[in-house]
């Protein structure tokens, strides 16, 4: 945690006022509501504006568990504070946030009681990639109750965790909690009626060039996006910078978002998932590849990972993919590209990757599609053509 939080002071200055004031900009700390379409007041200090953007992001929030609110709990905000292994810790949620901890601490030495609601964890990805999560973080000794139902906490000289899982009940002792479902946009205090910014329990109301009903007031990032994610927030902001100030119209349907999930091995995606294409009325093929057939995996010892890609059925236009590697993170932007740009998974098939590397395993699945184009009919003709050609 020391070495956590002085790596953490050493990054923090790209996002100091200081910073900013260096670079012109005026900074002001406090409170900030709207008064009207052209003014914002700063604890007192009114400030007149042309254009505004909402960008105040969103805070944990605790779901509605008996007792919760009677113990002390931590969350993504200040579990990083801890300066104690707590030797048995709790954690309701097994979303990215939840996942990530449970196995980052029982990696440290700590029992972990990983409460989820819904079936097996990360209940938003590809279900065979979270499966591999699983069972690594089982593996790290992580105690999973998923199908959690009837969770409540209870203070006996300290915490206890009730819940019941797959038909069982469970009455653990624990040293701290840790609260990593849900997210609450943080609207209050705004005085968002004042200039017509509708808003509901999600964030802000947003077009597509996100502009708030108000065509004055723009927003960006956690406060009015599904997609809370740091990068997403960076180039939401860019596309209200082209807009707000440049007369711009770009819109935020043509970002292409990848997301990664920190855990050992990681899980990265971008695009849709095959059901969410099913959902919209897109055939899909799916190309898989798995690490046991991918030799730098197999020297890294790292073979239950897989790169799953889905196309438009009959194509090569990419529409989604899942990787499930040690540096999924880093591996999903080669698609990530080829989606913002419009190459197909045979372009990546014809690019040459470096040997070996783990990479090598997205374009093995461009060799895939290609030996897909090698129909009965074009069989017949290669046939004819070498057998005329000898």
């Not at 910073?19 to 509501?33: K, N, T």
């Not at 996100?210 to 809370?228: E, H, L, V, W």
């Not at 030996?371 to 074009?378: A, D, K, S």
Request: net charge negative.
């Amino acid at each position: 945690m020391q070495r956590m939080r002085r790596l953490r002071a050493r990054i923090s200055r790209n996002d100091a006022a200081q910073r900013f004031r260096d670079l012109g900009v005026d900074v002001y700390f406090g409170q900030a509501q709207f008064v009207d379409s052209s003014t914002i007041d700063v604890d007192g200090t009114r400030l007149d504006f042309k254009r505004a953007v909402i960008a105040t992001g969103a805070r944990a929030a605790a779901p509605p568990v008996p007792g919760l609110d009677a113990v002390e709990y931590l969350t993504n905000e200040t579990l990083f504070s801890l300066t104690a292994l707590p030797p048995r810790l709790g954690i309701i949620g097994a979303g990215p946030i939840g996942c990530e901890m449970a196995q980052a601490f029982a990696q440290l030495g700590s029992d972990v009681f990983l409460v989820e609601a819904e079936h097996g964890i990360l209940p938003r990805e590809d279900r065979d990639a979270a499966a591999v999560v699983q069972e690594r973080l089982e593996g790290d000794g992580v105690t999973l109750l998923c199908c959690g139902k009837k969770l409540e906490l209870r203070q006996d000289g300290g915490i206890r965790l009730v819940v019941e899982s797959h038909g069982r009940g469970y009455d653990e002792p624990i040293d701290k909690l840790l609260v990593a479902v849900g997210r609450a946009p943080n609207v209050e205090h705004l005085n968002l009626e004042a200039v017509g910014v509708n808003y509901d329990k999600n964030g802000v109301t947003v077009n597509e060039r996100m502009q708030t009903k108000n065509p004055m007031i723009y927003a960006a990032g956690d406060i009015c996006s599904p997609y809370q994610f740091t990068h997403a927030a960076d180039f939401m902001a860019r596309i209200v910078i082209q807009n707000a100030l440049f007369k711009g119209r770009k819109a935020s349907t043509s970002l292409v978002i990848p997301w990664c999930t920190y855990t050992s091995p990681e899980i990265a995606h971008v695009g849709l998932y095959e059901g969410q294409a099913r959902e919209q009325g897109i055939a899909v093929d799916t190309f898989l590849q798995e690490f046991h057939d991918v030799d730098r995996a197999v020297l890294d010892g790292e073979e239950s990972g897989f790169v799953k890609v889905h196309v438009k059925k009959g194509t090569d236009t990419i529409v989604g993919a899942t990787i499930v590697a040690s540096h999924a993170g880093e591996m999903i932007s080669e698609i990530t590209l080829a989606m913002t740009h419009g190459l197909g998974l045979n372009k990546i098939g014809s690019t040459i990757h470096p040997y070996p590397t783990q990479a090598e395993a997205i374009r093995k699945l461009g060799d895939q599609f290609s030996r897909t184009r090698l129909t009965p009919f074009v069989k017949w003709l290669f046939h004819k053509w070498l057998g005329w050609t000898r």
